[in-house]
């Protein structure tokens, strides 16, 4: 299971939108770290954001993105991850070492956190 987050801030207009999302039978972090990116990209450009700095505590996957990298778990994703930048103006991915305090990704890993409680809650449930 993997849970998702993000938070998008604008600190010039003051504007800010956050959301979360889960998903079960997910594969690995690697995994659950790709969908995450790609889900707020996806909320980006229906946010009509034109210029993201995306922070990932993934340094594998912000390698990925940044070098143009191939991992064949991750093809799919990736694929569409780079066609979902081509709507934007300018996008940079950034890591965010997990032992450094996180600033500009707490609160997207707290939604992210929150949003795995919520499916694993729901997992546990008697059906």
Same mark, same amino acid.
């Given at each position: 299971m993997g849970g998702m987050g993000w938070k998008f801030t604008d600190k010039g207009s003051g504007? #800010?939108?956050?959301?979360? #999302?889960? +998903? +079960?039978?997910?594969?690995?972090? =690697?995994?659950? *770290? #790709? =969908?995450?990116?790609?889900?707020? =990209?996806?909320?980006?450009? $229906?946010?009509?954001? +034109?210029?993201?700095?995306?922070?990932?505590?993934?340094? /594998?996957?912000?390698?990925? $993105?940044?070098? @143009?990298?191939?991992?064949? *778990?991750?093809? @799919?994703? =990736?694929?569409?991850? +780079?066609?979902?930048? /081509?709507?934007l103006d300018s996008i940079s991915f950034r890591f965010v070492p997990r032992l450094v305090p996180r600033l500009d990704n707490i609160e997207a890993d707290s939604l992210a956190k929150a949003a795995l409680f919520t499916l694993s809650c729901q997992a546990s449930e008697p059906m």
């Open positions: 504007f #800010t939108s956050q959301d979360s #999302t889960n +998903r +079960r039978h997910v594969s690995s972090a =690697l995994t659950a *770290e #790709t =969908l995450a990116v790609k889900a707020a =990209l996806m909320a980006a450009v $229906l946010s009509d954001v +034109r210029r993201l700095t995306l922070f990932s505590d993934s340094k /594998t996957l912000v390698t990925l $993105l940044t070098s @143009g990298g191939k991992c064949v *778990e991750l093809q @799919g994703l =990736l694929h569409d991850i +780079r066609m979902l930048c /081509t709507s």
